[in-house]
C-alpha cells in the first residue's frame, strides 16, 4: 500500500469520527466491559501499576475502565473531537489525553502495555496482507518496553465477511496467523468471547472452551464476538 492512499485514508478516517464523535456516541455496556476487562487482566496478569497506552480511545470509555482498575492510563486517537469528549466525559487527572495519528506518536517513555481496540487502520480488508501487517505491528510495537505487551481486541462476526467495504470480519484463525508472524514478539493466544460471555464466565472467559463455544455460536446467529490476540515483545 503506497503512503499517499494510506495518508489519505487517515485523513478521511480522522473526518469520519470527527462526525460520529460529534454527534453521536458508542455503546456502553458496563457490567459485560468491566467483566471483560477484568478478563484481559486476568489472563495475562500485567504487574500493577502498568503504563497502559489505549491506542485508538475513541471517547476514552476503555481509558476510564483500565484507569479504574489501576493502570496508568494515557488515551490517544486522531480525532480530536474523539478526545474532547473523552476529557468532557472523564473529567480526571488520572489519564493523559493525546491528540494524534496512532502510528506517528512521540513519547518521552515506554508502555508496559498497549490496548488496541477497533483500531482504525485494521477496518481495510488487506490490513493483514503482510507488508501492510509489518508497518503497523511494527509501529505499534515501538511503544513498548521490552518484555511489554500488546494486546489487540477487534469485533467481528468471525465469517470473514466484508460486506460494505468498511469493516473487515476476521475470524479467529486470521488473527492468530496474524499476530503469530509480528517480528521480535512472543505470541501469546487469540481468543474469543460475546459480552454476555465476559460476564457469565467473569475471569475465565478468555479461555479455549469460551472461543470454541462462541466460535460455534457465531455458525447459528450474527451476533458480534470480540476476538482477543495478545503478544510479547521480546
Request: hydrophobic share 40%; with cysteine.
Amino acid at each position: 500500500m503506497d503512503d499517499n492512499f494510506w495518508e489519505e485514508r487517515q485523513r478521511s478516517d480522522s473526518e469520519w469520527f470527527d462526525q460520529k464523535y460529534q454527534f453521536e456516541d458508542y455503546p456502553r455496556h458496563e457490567v459485560h466491559d468491566r467483566s471483560f476487562v477484568r478478563a484481559i487482566i486476568h489472563k495475562l496478569q500485567p504487574r500493577l501499576p502498568s503504563k497502559l497506552l489505549d491506542l485508538g480511545c475513541g471517547l476514552g470509555w476503555y481509558s476510564y475502565l483500565f484507569s479504574q482498575a489501576g493502570f496508568e492510563v494515557t488515551g490517544a486517537d486522531m480525532s480530536p473531537v474523539g478526545i474532547q469528549g473523552a476529557q468532557n466525559l472523564y473529567p480526571t487527572e488520572e489519564i493523559d489525553w493525546v491528540v494524534g495519528d496512532g502510528l506517528k506518536l512521540d513519547f518521552h517513555h515506554e508502555f508496559d502495555i498497549v490496548h488496541v481496540s477497533n483500531f482504525s487502520p485494521f477496518t481495510m480488508v488487506d490490513s493483514l496482507e503482510t507488508e501492510q501487517a509489518k508497518l503497523i505491528s511494527g509501529q505499534i510495537m515501538r511503544y513498548l518496553k521490552q518484555n511489554g505487551l500488546l494486546v489487540f481486541v477487534w469485533n467481528s462476526r468471525l465469517d470473514e465477511s466484508d460486506p460494505q467495504g468498511t469493516w473487515a470480519n476476521y475470524s479467529i484463525k486470521q488473527i492468530a496467523r496474524y499476530f503469530e508472524a509480528v517480528e521480535n514478539a512472543n505470541y501469546l493466544g487469540t481468543w474469543a468471547t460475546h459480552s454476555q460471555l465476559s460476564t457469565l464466565f467473569g475471569s475465565c472467559s478468555l479461555s479455549n472452551f469460551v472461543t470454541q463455544l462462541t466460535a460455534a455460536g457465531a455458525r447459528f446467529h450474527s451476533k458480534t464476538a470480540r476476538i482477543v490476540a495478545a503478544v510479547q515483545k521480546l
